[in-house]
């Protein structure tokens, strides 16, 4: 069992993250890469460390077959422009349903494609940001009929070793993949000054909605070039790749699951048509060539002669990982709010003396050893 001294962090960090991973029944991996997707049903995923067991402790009897989404419809399908306040807004929209936005940096690296959307981490406390959004779920496949723990792993339960079995075989077990595409369009337009921010987010939000026919959303995208300097970073999953700008991402041959880099940052304008036309066509793209846009791992607990037991236990331990988290999410909004201290300094913004930059530039060094301390004690921890 993890044992750390928070009482030092815990005076120093307020406020508790919302969502914890306490008696949850469904954990989810969302917009993995390809290349950390390609895992078999029932593999284990242990919600105490945060990690997949690579082991999975159950029998599957069947899994559904896929369907095929050549010719037919999709089962969801949306394309709009969304608008957000603050990089507060942005995390939440984009990491409400993952883990690894919480546990990014303390558990390694996170494994999304859209790790920088996800953790805002490109956004500046400056920016007005708007994002092209096209959601695409093209099929899903589950694990159905019976499933059972398998003999070996029954064992460690009637004995009461819990904390084994979940070393082995994890809290969860994967259930369900879902496939289907991911777009995201970043569009960014700094200003300098906060009052200066509001006018601009006050244009953007009429750019905002869901988007009818492709001269609705060309126009959209002029009006918003209007707004100020236009920063764009584009990220996918599925699809055919984009290829404008001297080929940035290579072709589409070769095997379909092979990691290739998809997120396309810099000067996007030079061919902004040609991103206009990739974004109007992604969907077309994403029929014939789909990807496993999220992973969904159910609780071991709920499984028919799992003892009672075994739940509580579990439960008890998730709720400690719970405390690590809020500590370790806390801790990285402070280390961003010295950042943004930092950016308001280079921007004749600032509101302290050269002293106290000094004095925050030592809470950031004190900052980022008990980030690492934490980290390194969390992942030498068993269960």
């Known amino acids: 069992m993890l044992t750390i001294s928070f009482l030092t962090l815990s005076c120093l960090v307020s406020g508790i993250s919302g969502g914890g991973l306490e008696g949850r029944q469904i954990v989810r991996e969302i917009f993995p890469d390809p290349l950390h997707s390609n895992i078999d049903y029932g593999v284990g995923y242990n919600s105490i460390s945060l990690s997949r067991t690579g082991t999975a402790a159950v029998n599957i009897t069947a899994v559904s077959p896929r369907s095929g989404n050549d010719n037919t419809a999709f089962l969801h399908h949306s394309f709009q422009i969304k608008h957000f306040s603050s990089r507060e807004e942005l995390q939440s929209e984009y990491g409400r349903e993952s883990e690894l936005t919480r546990s990014e940096g303390l558990v390694g690296n996170c494994r999304s494609k ?6 805002a981490e490109d956004v500046r406390v400056l920016d007005s ?5 096209v959601d695409i779920v093209s099929d899903t496949a589950s694990v159905r009929g019976p499933v059972v723990v398998g003999s070996t792993a029954k064992k460690l339960l009637d004995a009461g070793h819990f904390d084994q079995f979940i070393d082995k075989y994890g809290t969860h077990y994967l259930r369900k993949k879902t496939y289907g595409g991911k777009l995201i369009l970043l569009i960014k337009v700094p200003s300098k000054t906060e009052s ?4 601009v987010d006050e244009k953007l939000k009429q750019a905002a909605g869901y988007i009818g026919r492709d001269a609705d959303f060309r126009r959209k995208i002029a009006e918003i070039k209007k707004a100020g300097h236009v920063e764009f970073d584009l990220y996918t999953l599925g699809g055919a790749p984009f290829t404008g700008s001297g080929d940035l991402t290579g072709d589409l041959t070769g095997d ?5 880099s998809r997120d396309v940052s810099g000067d996007l304008t030079r061919d902004l048509s040609g991103v206009i036309d990739y974004v109007l066509n992604f969907s077309s793209t994403v029929r014939s060539r789909d990807e496993v846009r999220s992973l969904e791992f159910g609780a071991v607990w709920n499984l028919a002669d799992v003892p009672t037991q075994f739940k509580q236990f579990v439960f008890q331990h998730q709720r400690s990982t719970d405390k690590i988290l809020d500590i370790y999410s806390e801790l990285r909004e402070v280390g961003t709010r010295i950042d943004d201290i930092s950016l308001l300094k280079e921007q004749d913004l600032d509101w302290l003396s050269d002293e106290g930059h000094g004095k925050i530039q030592g809470i950031g060094v004190c900052l980022a ?12 921890a068993s269960v």
């Not at 050893?369 to 030498?380: E, V």
Request: aromatic letters at 6%; charged letters at 30%.
């Open 114 to 119: 859209f790790r920088s959307v996800l953790l």
């Open 129 to 133: 940001v708007l994002t092209v959004d």
């Open 196 to 199: 200066e921010k509001r006018a």
């Open 256 to 260: 379909p699951t092979h990691e290739q």
């Open 369 to 380: 050893k008990c980030q690492k301390n934490l980290a390194r004690k969390f992942g030498s």
